[in-house]
């Protein structure tokens, strides 16, 4: 009964911050690594940010490096994607994931997604 639940998207100017969070139930957090993939409109799926279980090793896509931090509370079991100097190219629906190994089968879970729109 893994669960993700995302919010905290919306319409923000160039230049601006949101900040995003992602509930997550069902599941051991604290073990788990933590990801925030995002979609844009005609494009695929991509990984944006990633956390380890313990929250102190983290890596970014070079598209958002320097300006979106991950973090985890894990006593709140959420995962916070922290977005700033937003783009118009930031523009997608922002999606919570985990995953997990089981003999040679990966299952990845995910929430629903929140809609992060950059526009002026």
């Known amino acids: 009964q893994v669960q993700l639940g995302e919010s905290g998207g919306g319409l923000v100017q160039p230049g601006g911050s949101l900040r995003l969070s992602c509930a997550a139930s069902?599941?051991?957090?604290?073990?788990?690594?933590m990801n925030w993939y995002r979609q844009a409109p005609g494009k695929e799926r991509e990984l944006v940010a990633t956390?380890?279980?313990?929250?102190?090793?983290?890596n970014y896509a070079d598209s958002v490096k320097g300006r979106f931090t991950i973090s985890r509370d894990n006593a709140k079991n959420t995962v916070y994607l922290q977005m700033n100097s937003l783009k118009p190219e930031d523009t997608a629906v922002y999606y919570c994931?985990?995953?997990?190994?089981?003999?040679?089968?990966?299952?990845?879970?995910w929430g629903k997604g929140t809609l992060v729109t950059v526009s002026s």
């Open positions: 994931n985990t995953w997990r190994t089981i003999g040679s089968i990966t299952n990845n879970y």
């Open positions: 956390i380890t279980s313990d929250g102190y090793s983290m």
């Open positions: 069902g599941f051991a957090f604290s073990i788990y690594e």
